[in-house]
């Protein structure tokens, strides 16, 4: 009897040696699989920009994390669901990846649309289409609409989404950005956040993708990431676009070399406003504020070289940003107040997309300031008005103007 006990203890020690002996060799084996790595294939940072003419062209942006995810935009003027085999159209286009990129890059453009048209695409490729969205072509023929004009969104991502989410319930045909979008322009993950903040709320209430018409400010530092992430007119740097018959928008890059700023631009902006119909409405947009406000001074050069032109050919409204609160500047001619914005330019001013705000200090060209979260919607209307109504995160109302032809 003491023989069996002896050996049943000794069979339980050696399977407790042997079971820890296999726990340890298990603890110690080094894993022989690569760590799974999650990452994105369908598209993120969905965007919308222009190329050409809006009428008839626009042009699809998104961004992967593996290149060959397909670079194919389907579309129809019929909403198809997201079910890839039912849309009638396909347009193919190029991805890329640069120095400090996250993921790659896709560039599709769609051209010979039709004006005044919705149209319902999907983005990416077999097995990886994102889901159905929705834009619509410039009109061909005079017509009301309503965009909306902003800037300085930076890197406060809750102030910035903010304002996103208030600007969209005006379904804006468009959104004109005047710059300093992110924090550091050299960065991507700053422009991760930003794209993901217009992929998710750059949509209308009426379900259309919001398409942006941009223009440098001095945080986007001239950087690879802007002119790979946006697909602009031209040399990307100042281009002008109209939005069907009534409305001229051209932009300006005040952060350019000074001869390009002294020379080249004023050839072109005087190329440009020659051949501009008087009856078009003309705005301008570039980041630097001409007129002083509180926090950053007058524009000089621009003053010395831009401004005789804008008053020259009778601009309407010139918008900036870089200084971070709402200046509606009295009409401006010659660098003097004049008695109606007939006979002069109206500076506005609106960097309150989330950027820290700087004081309001009126000056005696000032009509009205604030310091606010807003953005600045205008609608021009058939019957040659346009109303600019600047409102806040809660959509009310804290400035607004009516002029005419």
């Not at 070399?257 to 406003?273: G, K, R």
């Not at 004049?338 to 700087?358: D, E, I, K, R």
Request: glycine letters at 8%.
């Amino acid at each position: 009897m003491k023989l069996k006990r002896l050996i049943a203890a000794m069979l339980m020690l050696f399977v407790l040696l042997l079971f820890l002996n296999l726990l340890l060799v298990k603890l110690q084996t080094p894993l022989s699989y690569p760590p799974v790595i999650l990452v994105h294939d369908k598209p993120v940072s969905i965007h919308l920009t222009f190329q050409n003419d809006p009428r008839n062209s626009i042009t699809v942006m998104w961004q992967t994390a593996n290149p060959n995810t397909g670079d194919e935009v389907l579309f129809d003027n019929i909403s198809r669901g997201g079910i890839s085999s039912f849309y009638r159209y396909k347009a193919t286009g190029v991805h890329r990846s640069y120095v400090g990129a996250t993921g790659y890059i896709h560039q599709v453009e769609l051209t010979n649309l039709s004006p005044d048209t919705t149209y319902y695409f999907i983005c990416g490729g077999p097995g990886n289409y994102g889901e159905e969205r929705a834009f619509r072509t410039a009109p061909d023929s005079a017509s009301s609409f309503t965009f909306v004009c902003g800037g300085d969104s930076r890197t406060n991502e809750a102030n910035r989404v903010l304002v996103s989410k208030a600007m969209r319930h005006a379904n804006p045909v468009f959104v004109l950005h005047s710059g300093d979008m992110v924090e550091d322009g050299r960065i991507q993950e700053q422009w991760d956040s930003w794209f993901a903040d217009v992929n998710d709320n750059w949509i209308g209430d009426n379900g259309l993708t919001i398409p942006i018409i941009p223009c440098l400010g001095n945080h986007e530092h001239n950087s690879t990431n802007y002119y790979e992430q946006f697909a602009l007119p031209g040399n990307e740097q100042w281009y002008y676009m109209d939005w069907g018959p009534n409305l001229r928008i051209i932009v300006l890059n005040g952060y350019a070399s000074q001869t390009e700023i002294s020379t080249e631009q004023v050839n072109w902006l005087n190329n440009t406003l020659t051949n501009t119909p008087v009856d078009k409405w003309k705005i301008v947009m570039f980041h630097q504020n001409v007129y002083y406000s509180g926090g950053h001074g007058n524009a000089t050069n621009l003053i010395e070289y831009w401004v005789p032109l804008f008053d020259q050919y009778h601009v309407d409204i010139v918008f900036q940003g870089h200084t971070h609160h709402y200046h509606r500047t009295k009409p401006m001619y010659n660098n003097t107040v004049v008695a109606s914005y007939q006979q002069g330019t109206m500076y506005l001013t609106n960097g309150c997309w989330g950027a820290p705000f700087h004081p309001y200090i009126p000056q005696t060209y000032s009509d009205y300031g604030n310091v606010t979260l807003c953005f600045t919607q205008i609608s021009i209307f058939q019957n040659g008005t346009l109303h600019l109504e600047t409102k806040d995160i809660n959509g009310y109302t804290i400035d607004s103007y009516l002029l005419t032809k």
